[in-house]
């Protein structure tokens, strides 16, 4: 198994709520700027996506919180997708302080959605597969 793909990100005081600590939507913020990140350093931009017609979806989200980040904590959050044979694959993610603690373990179900149809396309790993010009960063 090859290392998940990762990106640095340090908390910005904008971010955190009354408490002091990162507000909870921003985890999802977190894992959705990993993910476009990891496309784009495979290769693949979201003008190609429309060209072909197809656009990645969520369609479950689950964070488990572990530890709280504050303003000016660095932070690094993995990505890791997991293929299966139907129309949707997991990714998997952690965000992890640059002590090596964990904040946060997030696991998403997603989909390449036909944007004409609105509908799941079948085998999107093919089309990542396809699509990017370094299919290894999704364990391809």
Not at 34 to 41: E, G, N
Not at 73 to 85: H, K, P, Q, S
Request: charged share 25%; glycine share 10%; hydrophobic share 40%.
């Amino acid at each position: 198994m090859h290392e998940p793909f990762s990106v640095r990100v340090t908390v910005r005081g904008y971010e955190t709520d009354t408490q002091g600590h990162v507000n909870q939507s921003v985890y999802l913020n977190y894992a959705e700027h990993a993910r476009w990140s990891l496309l784009h350093a495979a290769g693949i931009t979201q003008t190609a996506l429309q060209a072909r017609g197809v656009g990645p979806v969520a369609l479950e989200t689950t964070i488990r919180y572990r530890r709280e980040l504050l303003a000016g904590d660095e932070v690094d959050i993995t990505c890791a997708f997991l293929w299966g044979e139907g129309k949707t694959f997991r990714i998997e993610q952690t965000i992890r302080k640059a002590d090596g603690t964990v904040s946060a373990d997030i696991t998403a179900v997603g989909g390449l959605l036909d944007l004409k149809e609105r509908r799941l396309v079948a085998g999107p790993r093919e089309h990542f597969k396809e699509l990017a010009s370094d299919p290894g960063l999704f364990g391809l």
